[in-house]
C-alpha cells in the first residue's frame, strides 16, 4: 500500500509538472452552454496541449495577474454581449496582458458590447454598431433566414500568408455576425478574412438611410494582428463560426446551380487561426550569434578599420511543437553605426546557421551587428551585438602607399634634380674673356 501511494503521489507529480509547462488559457463565456456548443474547438485547443479554464465573463472573481505574475498565457473571449467584465478585467487589463507578451482570441456578434467595442479600437479593427450583421445578397447560404445574414465566404478571400493560414480551406466559410473595418492607420493589423465586392454592414431589417460603415471587400469577417512584441490578436465578428453547428454544417450557394460542400470551411480555418494565434506556428528564435576575423577562431576585443570578418547567427522555428532550422532566404545582417554601413543577405546551411562574410568599412567608432527580421505571420526576430571598430596604429599602416606613388615620384624628382643643379653650380666655371686686360 505504502508502494501504491508513493506512486500516486509521483504520478500527481508529473501531472501537476506537465500543466506547469503547458499553456494555460482563461475562457470567458457568456454561459457555459458554450462548452457545449463549441466543444469540437475547444477539445481541438486541448489536443495543442492548452490547458483552458471557463469562467463566466462577469465573475467578480476574474484576474489576469497576481503578484505581478500573469496567471494565463492566452486568452479566449467568447462573450460577446458581455456589457462589462468582472473582477479586475477591463479593457486596460487585457491591453497590459497584451503588452506583456499574451496572445487573445475574440469572438464577437451582431449583440456586440461596448466593452468589445473598446478592446477592438485599441488593437486598431473598429466593429460596427449593436444589431448590425453582415449582409450579401448574393452569396448568401441556402439555409439562411431570409435575411441573407448567413454568408459564405470564399477561400479566395482569405489572407494569402501561409504562416497565417497554411492553406485556404476546399469550401466556404460561414459566417453570421458584426463586420468590421481596418484602421487604415495601424500596418499591424492584418486582414485575415474579408468579405466579398457585394457584401455591406447595416442592420438586417431595418431601411438604408446612411451610408454603411462597412462595404464590399472593406468590411472585415476576421482581423488579427501581431504587435510589436509578437503578441498575437484575432478578432472574429462572428462566434458561430467557431460552433459545432457551423463545423458539420455542409454549405450551398443560395444560387440556382451553385455546387453543394459537404463539410464548410469553419473547422479548417480555425485551426489554422488557433495554431497561429496561440504560437504553436510561426514561431522564430536565434541563438549561436557568432563573430570574428576571418581564419581566426574567436572574436577580438576590438576590431580594426578595413578587416575581413564573418558573422554568423543559428535561427529556428517552432513547428509541431519542435525546434528544427529556419530555412529563410531572405533573412538581412546590418553593420549598424546610427545608420547602416553594410547590409548583407545572409546564407545559410540545412542546420539553420546564416553567414555573411565582409570588410568592415574603413571608419571607426561603436558598432553593432545588427538582425531585425520582420515578416507577415512570423514572430520578430531581434538580434543586436555591439562591437568597437578602432584605427590603425601608427605600426599597421602600409610602408608605401599605392596611391600615393606620384607623390613620391615627385618628391625623388625634386632631390634628385636639386642634385643635379648643385653638381653642375659648384663644378662649372666660365672662362675668362680673350683679350682682357688683368688689373
Request: glycine share 6%; hydrophobic share 40%.
Amino acid at each position: 500500500s505504502f508502494r501504491m501511494a508513493s506512486l500516486a503521489f509521483a504520478a500527481l507529480l508529473l501531472s501537476g509538472a506537465f500543466f506547469v509547462s503547458a499553456d494555460k488559457a482563461l475562457v470567458l463565456l457568456d454561459n457555459f452552454s458554450t462548452r457545449e456548443t463549441h466543444s469540437i474547438f475547444f477539445d481541438y485547443l486541448k489536443s495543442q496541449g492548452i490547458h483552458l479554464t471557463y469562467k463566466l465573463a462577469d465573475d467578480s472573481n476574474l484576474s489576469l495577474i497576481k503578484y505581478g505574475e500573469f496567471l494565463y498565457d492566452h486568452l479566449i473571449v467568447f462573450s460577446p454581449s458581455v456589457s462589462e467584465f468582472g473582477g479586475d478585467i477591463d479593457t486596460k487589463a487585457i491591453t497590459n496582458f497584451i503588452d506583456g507578451g499574451g496572445n487573445v482570441l475574440v469572438a464577437a456578434s451582431s449583440d456586440i458590447s461596448d466593452v468589445l467595442h473598446d478592446l477592438g479600437t485599441e488593437c486598431g479593427v473598429e466593429f460596427d454598431d449593436e444589431k448590425t450583421a453582415v449582409i450579401d445578397h448574393l452569396n448568401y447560404d441556402r439555409a439562411d433566414d431570409g435575411m441573407h445574414t448567413r454568408i459564405l465566404a470564399d477561400s479566395g478571400d482569405v489572407i494569402k500568408a501561409s504562416i497565417v493560414v497554411s492553406k485556404a480551406p476546399k469550401s466556404p466559410v460561414l459566417f453570421k455576425g458584426v463586420g468590421m473595418t481596418a484602421d487604415s492607420e495601424n500596418p499591424l493589423v492584418l486582414e485575415v478574412l474579408h468579405a466579398s465586392s457585394t457584401a455591406y454592414s447595416y442592420i438586417p431589417d431595418s431601411a438604408i438611410t446612411n451610408y454603411p460603415t462597412a462595404v464590399g471587400k472593406a468590411t472585415l469577417l476576421i482581423a488579427g494582428l501581431q504587435a510589436r512584441n509578437s503578441a498575437r490578436i484575432i478578432f472574429s465578428g462572428s462566434l458561430d463560426l467557431f460552433s459545432n453547428k457551423y463545423f458539420l454544417s455542409s454549405v450551398q450557394n443560395a444560387v440556382e446551380g451553385s455546387k453543394k460542400f459537404d463539410v464548410s470551411g469553419n473547422e479548417e480555418l480555425a485551426e489554422n487561426l488557433a495554431q497561429w494565434v496561440f504560437k504553436k506556428k510561426g514561431v522564430l528564435r536565434h541563438q549561436s550569434v557568432k563573430h570574428h576575423v576571418q581564419g581566426q577562431p574567436d572574436s577580438p576585443e576590438a576590431y580594426t578599420v578595413s578587416q575581413d570578418v564573418e558573422y554568423t547567427i543559428k535561427i529556428e522555428e517552432l513547428v509541431k511543437e519542435k525546434w528544427i532550422p529556419f530555412q529563410g532566404d531572405d533573412v538581412q545582417m546590418e553593420f549598424v553605426r546610427i545608420d547602416p554601413f553594410v547590409r548583407l543577405t545572409l546564407n545559410h546551411t540545412k542546420d539553420g546557421v546564416f553567414r555573411a562574410r565582409f570588410k568592415l568599412p574603413d571608419v571607426y567608432g561603436v558598432f553593432q551587428f545588427k538582425v531585425d527580421y520582420k515578416r507577415i505571420g512570423y514572430t520578430n526576430l531581434y538580434s543586436a551585438t555591439q562591437v568597437s571598430v578602432r584605427p590603425l596604429t601608427h605600426t599597421e599602416y602600409e610602408r608605401f602607399i599605392f596611391s600615393a606613388y606620384p607623390y613620391y615620384l615627385g618628391a625623388f624628382s625634386m632631390l634628385f634634380g636639386l642634385f643635379v643643379f648643385s653638381m653642375v653650380y659648384l663644378h662649372h666655371r666660365d672662362d675668362p674673356a680673350e683679350g682682357k686686360k688683368l688689373q
